[in-house]
């Protein structure tokens, strides 16, 4: 994992979706005002509740969006990995944090203050068309994640799960495609709204088929059109 000090905070910025468009000297602007942080595993980058005085880029590891009920069951709203942010529309409320957000492993996360993105939009108004370019983004994937849930079955979110970076146009008969859960078991059932048994259960009914083979984290796909088919039934 990078550490503080080989980062190269403007040039890490300028291959973002959401900043590469900007000029050296602003990039170094935004860059001083960042701050990145070192998480051990399990450790919060913020609660339900702090106020929000930025947003965040995963620069490595991973960190969980996260809502908890009032009874503690947990659910997983969004898993962010390197190169993507988080928190940017709330940011602009003026709200504190409405979720959680926690890392799954040892992470870097590099911190922008709502001050220097507000003085670059006054600067710039191309900024923020940028910024809202990529809520949107967020927004789209959430919606459809959304519907997922209430439309699809449990066995249809998994297998879509599965598929989701498979290009069916793409694939070879006979060719296996190998899936490495980035997190827990339970980790990932919760992200589908999901029990961890119920996901468990269709792994293991999907294995017995014979279109899935499991070895821990590494799921592959023996048979990438016939998995895609039960997707449809």
Not at 88 to 103: D, H, R
Not at 160 to 167: E, I, N, T, V
């Amino acid at each position: 994992m990078q550490t503080h000090t080989e980062l190269d905070v403007p040039a890490y910025l300028s291959v973002l979706p959401l900043f590469h468009e900007m000029r050296p000297a602003e990039l170094e602007r935004i860059a001083e005002s960042a701050a990145l942080k070192r998480f051990v595993r399990g450790e919060e980058v913020f609660r339900v509740g702090e106020p929000c005085e930025g947003f965040h880029v995963v620069v490595a590891g991973q960190v969980k969006l996260y809502a908890l009920s009032h009874s503690g069951h947990e659910k997983v709203i969004e898993l962010i990995s390197p190169g993507n942010s988080f928190a940017e529309a709330l940011m602009f409320t003026g709200k504190p944090y409405i979720v959680n957000a926690q890392t799954l492993s040892d992470s870097l996360v590099l911190t922008v203050k709502k001050q220097a993105v507000m003085a670059e939009i006054e600067r710039d108004p191309r900024f923020s068309l940028r910024m809202l370019a990529g809520i949107s983004r967020r927004l789209h994937g959430l919606v459809q994640d959304v519907e997922a849930s209430a439309l699809h079955s449990g066995i249809q979110r998994v297998i879509g799960y599965l598929l989701r970076d498979q290009s069916l146009e793409d694939v070879v008969p006979g060719q296996v495609a190998t899936v490495q859960l980035p997190v827990s078991k339970a980790t990932i059932a919760s992200l589908l709204s999901l029990t961890p048994e119920y996901f468990s259960r269709v792994l293991r009914e999907l294995e017995d088929g014979g279109l899935i083979a499991m070895d821990r984290r590494d799921i592959r796909i023996l048979d990438v059109q016939g998995l895609s088919r039960y997707h449809l039934q």
